[in-house]
């Protein structure tokens, strides 16, 4: 028999009668509890780590990237680090560069794409579009007076009493987005795995 | 309407001996998880447990009733808290389900 058998072999015994003796003297006075102690070695085997950054959090395409705080795990003890597994998966919103308010509302505060990721929630943004129409749509209801957001364009098909027309508006569309931090491109980069990217 | 027909209830066991190293330290025992490289810290009665639970597979209630004059006095509920920390064992490798 080994020395470790037999250390080992101590301990148990040790134990055995440790609870033993715990029985007979009652010292048995509380609910089990266990505390793990967090060992670099044990997060180091997960490589797959990232850090909430304020800093170089837009991609080249100027958009802010926010990391899903559901789609991910805490690391570590500071409360910025966050564990994408193996492989590395999570869910990304990349904000766009606009002016997003907190209410469909000319008059409602704007909010920064940082508040929008360490926040969540709703918010809106005035998108344009386009819509033309033909000379069946200019009669009737199509040539009223156009709103303080529109623009109306029409003209006439030469040698013919067709018109054409289009009106170019804006409209409020209206975003969600769930509660996360900010995180830089540059580390996602270096991550291959499975990273849902939402664009808003 | 026909009730739903239990299975067999979960046991769950301590995972063998050679793969946690145990130092006791007063009446802190510390257990080094060979496999996973982590070191847990557990009070008296995790200890007894697990030791328990090495020689008998036991049931959530089964613990619990070992454990249920302790738990009444702190106002809890002793299978409740008794399933949460076998799955918390397990998560840390310390235990296993049979």
Redesign the interface.
């Given at each position: 028999m080994s020395s470790k058998d037999r250390t080992?072999q101590k301990?148990?015994k040790?134990?055995?009668n440790?609870?033993r003796r715990?029985?007979l003297t009652g010292?048995?006075?509380?609910?089990?509890?266990?505390?793990?102690?967090q060992?670099g070695?044990?997060l180091a085997r997960s490589s797959n780590l990232i850090s909430a950054s304020p800093r170089d959090h837009k991609d080249r395409y100027g958009r802010t990237l926010c990391l899903d705080l559901r789609s991910v795990d805490p690391a570590g003890r500071s409360g910025r680090v966050y564990d994408l597994g193996h492989p590395a998966s999570g869910r990304l919103t990349a904000i766009r560069d606009r002016e997003f308010r907190v209410a469909p509302d000319d008059r409602a505060a704007v909010v920064s794409e940082a508040r929008m990721c360490h926040e969540g929630g709703t918010y809106y943004y005035r998108a344009r579009r386009y819509r033309h129409w033909s000379t069946q749509e200019i009669e009737g209801d199509a040539l009223q007076e156009t709103s303080d957001n529109a623009q109306q364009f029409t003209g006439a098909v030469s040698g013919s009493s067709d018109y054409w027309g289009g009106r170019r508006d804006r409209y409020w569309k209206r975003v969600q987005i769930r509660r996360g931090v900010l995180v830089s491109a540059t580390a996602l980069s270096s991550f291959s795995g499975n990273i849902t990217v939402t664009d808003l | 309407m026909t009730q739903p027909v239990k299975g067999p209830a979960l046991r769950w066991r301590s995972v063998p001996?050679?793969t946690i190293?145990?130092?006791?330290w007063e009446?802190t025992h510390i257990a080094y998880h060979r496999p996973?490289?982590?070191?847990?810290?557990?009070?008296?009665?995790?200890?007894?447990?697990i030791?328990?639970l090495r020689n008998t597979p036991m049931t959530a209630e089964q613990v619990a009733a070992r454990?249920s004059d302790?738990?009444a006095e702190?106002g809890?509920d002793a299978v409740e808290?008794a399933t949460a920390?076998l799955e918390?064992?397990e998560e840390?490798g310390?235990v296993e389900q049979v």
């Amino acid at each position: 028999m080994s020395s470790k058998d037999r250390t080992d072999q101590k301990e148990t015994k040790r134990g055995t009668n440790y609870s033993r003796r715990s029985l007979l003297t009652g010292a048995v006075r509380a609910m089990p509890a266990v505390l793990t102690l967090q060992s670099g070695a044990a997060l180091a085997r997960s490589s797959n780590l990232i850090s909430a950054s304020p800093r170089d959090h837009k991609d080249r395409y100027g958009r802010t990237l926010c990391l899903d705080l559901r789609s991910v795990d805490p690391a570590g003890r500071s409360g910025r680090v966050y564990d994408l597994g193996h492989p590395a998966s999570g869910r990304l919103t990349a904000i766009r560069d606009r002016e997003f308010r907190v209410a469909p509302d000319d008059r409602a505060a704007v909010v920064s794409e940082a508040r929008m990721c360490h926040e969540g929630g709703t918010y809106y943004y005035r998108a344009r579009r386009y819509r033309h129409w033909s000379t069946q749509e200019i009669e009737g209801d199509a040539l009223q007076e156009t709103s303080d957001n529109a623009q109306q364009f029409t003209g006439a098909v030469s040698g013919s009493s067709d018109y054409w027309g289009g009106r170019r508006d804006r409209y409020w569309k209206r975003v969600q987005i769930r509660r996360g931090v900010l995180v830089s491109a540059t580390a996602l980069s270096s991550f291959s795995g499975n990273i849902t990217v939402t664009d808003l | 309407m026909t009730q739903p027909v239990k299975g067999p209830a979960l046991r769950w066991r301590s995972v063998p001996a050679e793969t946690i190293r145990w130092v006791v330290w007063e009446d802190t025992h510390i257990a080094y998880h060979r496999p996973s490289g982590m070191t847990h810290f557990l009070n008296d009665s995790s200890r007894l447990l697990i030791d328990d639970l090495r020689n008998t597979p036991m049931t959530a209630e089964q613990v619990a009733a070992r454990f249920s004059d302790i738990a009444a006095e702190h106002g809890e509920d002793a299978v409740e808290e008794a399933t949460a920390l076998l799955e918390r064992f397990e998560e840390l490798g310390i235990v296993e389900q049979v």
